[in-house]
């Protein structure tokens, strides 16, 4: 009779960890792959956001420099400055070098987002390789 209870015990418990416990490891083990992933993607996509936010921060911040220098040479006052500022801009200087920042603005960003891109991708890669190690090695 002992040999009996022993034996139905045995067998639920064996079917009970075969099944039960191996599939809710399982599931759980599928379902923190994909919210880690999920993770990954979102903050890869907020920092490029960020990045390209900062981009637009300062190509406003220089555009304003540019109007705040065209407003001092046309307001101001000291003749010494004018006469500089003049001289800066019959040479071209201030409109070439407006004139490259605009033209050349998207290619800069574009080369900085995809560097900062591949740098991100790779780590997050690196990242996600160790904990998909983790969670094999917990098996």
Known sequence: MVGLITAVFAFFADFFKK???DS???ISSVVTIISINTMFFVSFLASLFAIANILFFFYKKINELFSYIDSLISNSGNDILNVAF???SNFGFFKAFN???NLFSPVL???FVY???KLLVVALFHIRNSIL???ISAK
Do not use: E, P
């Open 86 to 88: 003049k001289i800066l």
């Open 19 to 21: 099944y039960i416990v």
């Open 115 to 117: 560097y900062f891109s």
């Open 99 to 101: 004139d490259i920042l």
């Open 24 to 26: 809710a490891l399982r």
């Open 133 to 135: 190690s983790v969670i």
């Open 109 to 111: 960003i574009s080369i």
